[in-house]
């Protein structure tokens, strides 16, 4: 599946990753192993019924935010830092920060950088920038952002990807002894559309979080 | 009329069907006649669970919410949570409650405690 796919070549680039920052001598940088092993976690499923064929198995599955994620900056001195520093900034630009969003009447929690597949935007081509309006929750690593039912001014932008179809199903309607039986396929229309950011939620309040 | 033989008309149609069964045990999977039926039984029941699937994952996530709630307070339970929800005019649902517990518990303790008051 995509999201299979997706996260594979996000353990290469990882793993590539964590080979160089063993080389280095720094303390810091060996516990950024530990982060990304949790990222690259196979997704569980309670995706909602907009990928109901394809079972839950699709939804991302959040980084913990109990660790802390030490981002550290690599040094510019060393040759090999040059080389070193392309690969090692992929990790750290990632926001701790994710959304509850409100699309086409399904909740889907939402990480900046990832994708999900909603049910089909009409108007919408590719490469279009989007923005979703209806954010009920906003948790960052320190503070949530509770909607009462919407958190204001907040908005989640996105980029679609990809209009499509979801898998087919075959809706097969059968009365026992009745002669009576009916074929159907049905594909139904998604869109696929990737978050690029969350703003907008710094002026409401905050509630700090809850220590477990 | 010109006599007709039926040809590969009925194997075609019968490959299509073993495909669909080829995973399915012993006879079934073997028998061309058996594979008929146990695709009717296959088809009918998928149709049927795709409606019970939203039920039963509903009923899923109302057992995860209600085990973290209960470790968030004495006398405190997943209805008084929903009640408590609704008041405050939340619109979270009970999907996202249950990732929420799942992977953030911090968080739905926060959530908790925003409305309780």
């Known amino acids: 599946m995509a999201s299979s796919s997706a996260t594979l070549s996000l353990c290469s680039a990882f793993s590539s990753h964590c080979n160089v920052a063993s080389r280095r001598s720094s303390v810091i940088l060996g516990s950024i192993s530990k982060p990304s092993v949790n990222l690259v976690k196979p997704v569980i499923g309670f995706l909602s019924p907009s990928t109901a064929s394809t079972s839950r198995p699709a939804f991302p599955v959040a980084p913990k935010f109990a660790e802390s994620v030490v981002e550290a900056k690599p040094e510019t001195t060393d040759v090999e830092a040059v080389v070193v520093s392309d690969v090692a900034e992929d990790k750290p630009k990632r926001e701790e920060i994710f959304a509850v969003v409100m699309v086409g009447g399904r909740q889907y929690i939402v990480f900046p950088g990832r994708y999900l597949y909603t049910q089909r935007l009409k108007d919408a081509n590719v490469d279009d920038q989007i923005v979703l309006n209806k954010v009920l929750l906003v948790g960052t690593k320190t503070h949530t952002y509770i909607g009462k039912p919407v958190v204001t001014n907040a908005t989640v932008h996105a980029v679609v990807e990809n209009q499509g179809l979801n898998d087919k199903v075959v809706v097969f309607k059968y009365k026992p002894k009745k002669k009576y039986r009916r074929n159907i396929g049905h594909r139904q229309p998604n869109t696929r559309i990737r978050i690029t950011g969350i703003t907008g939620y710094e002026e409401y309040p905050a509630s700090p979080n809850v220590a477990v | ?117």
Not at chain 2, 24 to 51: C, E, N, P, Y
């Open chain 2, 1 to 117: 009329m010109t006599r007709i033989k039926r040809g590969y008309i009925a194997r075609r149609r019968r490959t299509k069907l073993r495909l669909f069964a080829s995973s399915f045990r012993g006879a079934h999977s073997r028998l061309t006649r058996t594979m008929t039926q146990q695709r009717i039984r296959a088809l009918v029941s998928a149709h049927r669970d795709r409606g019970k699937r939203k039920r039963d994952f509903r009923r899923l996530w109302i057992t995860r919410i209600n085990a973290v709630i209960h470790e968030a307070g004495v006398f405190y339970s997943y209805n008084r949570f929903i009640h408590n929800l609704y008041k405050k005019q939340l619109l979270l649902n009970r999907k996202i409650l249950a990732q929420i517990a799942l992977l953030n518990r911090s968080c739905l303790y926060t959530i908790s405690n925003e409305i309780k008051k």
